[in-house]
Nanobody, 124 residues
Framework: VQLQASGGGLVQAGGSLRLSCAASGRSFSSSAKGWFRQPPGKEREFVATIRWSTGNAYYADYADSVKGRFTISRDRAGNTVYLQMNSLKPEDTAVYYC???????????????WGQGTLVTVSS
């Protein structure tokens, strides 16, 4: 079971990046997917989470600091999750991690599988 995060890089403030997280080894289509980040010298923090319900319905939640700027989504098969990040700020600089677990949650303790992290650096 592996989660592979990608898409990080260096971007100027106000710019955009799209992170991807691909799952392999088993199907994660019914799992909740989350993005967390760890800024330099700080604790890991919640960014966004999503879980699909029946049909096209889904539930998503965001940290207040990214609401209106970041959007979490997934592909049709449900094994790749994306984080579209717009209007980036220097304080968004962090290593971003994707995770999968059974429940929609902002707590990292509720996620069983983690990707390796991808670095996002936002310059001012």
């Amino acid at each position: 079971v592996q989660l592979q995060a990608s898409g990080g890089g260096l971007v100027q403030a106000g710019g955009s990046l799209r992170l991807s997280c691909a799952a392999s080894g088993r199907s994660f289509s019914s799992s909740a997917k989350g993005w967390f980040r760890q800024p330099p010298g700080k604790e890991r923090e919640f960014v966004a989470t999503i879980r699909w319900s029946t049909g096209n319905a889904y539930y998503a939640d965001y940290a207040d600091s990214v609401k209106g700027r970041f959007t979490i989504s997934r592909d049709r098969a449900g094994n790749t999750v994306y984080l579209q990040m717009n209007s980036l700020k220097p304080e968004d600089t962090a290593v971003y991690y994707c995770a999968a677990g059974p429940f929609l949650s902002s707590s990292p303790d509720q996620y069983d599988y983690w990707g390796q992290g991808t670095l996002v650096t936002v310059s001012s």
